[in-house]
């Protein structure tokens, strides 16, 4: 991989659990962002979890740490062109999934994932992991 990528929440994830996989593709990166529904994902899992104040914390540091896309009109718009691309096709995936594939596709960046039906949004540049 090279080049600029956005990081699934399921990739985060890894990254928090320390997953030497993950953390060894990393750097051949150019530039390593994520989205802000990415980001509310995470506080989501923190808020359930047995930690949360712990969990808070650490989605802090690591959204202080780095470069966070959020939504605007453009997301908007992509995100009603991939749903509804979607919709004719009948392969439907998770709302979140469809704004998060909407921000990669607005800012032209490799998705890193650990989800296959991201393969299903057309012109966008998945990597699965």
Known sequence: MSG??????NIVIALFADEA????RLPEAEEVLV???????????????????????RIEEFAAAG????????TARRYGE?????RLKG????????????IALQHDLTLI???GHFKAVDNLKVEVW
């Open 35 to 57: 989205s802000s529904v990415t980001i509310g994902e995470l506080y989501f899992g923190a808020w359930k979890s047995t930690q949360p104040d712990v969990n808070r914390a």
């Open 113 to 115: 994932t650990r989800d």
């Open 4 to 9: 600029r990528c956005l990081l699934d929440t």
């Open 91 to 102: 392969r439907p995936i998770p709302e979140n999934d469809i704004w998060i594939a909407a």
């Open 67 to 74: 470069v966070v896309l959020g939504c605007e009109t453009e």
């Open 21 to 24: 996989s993950v953390k060894n």
């Open 82 to 86: 991939v749903k509804h691309t979607l």
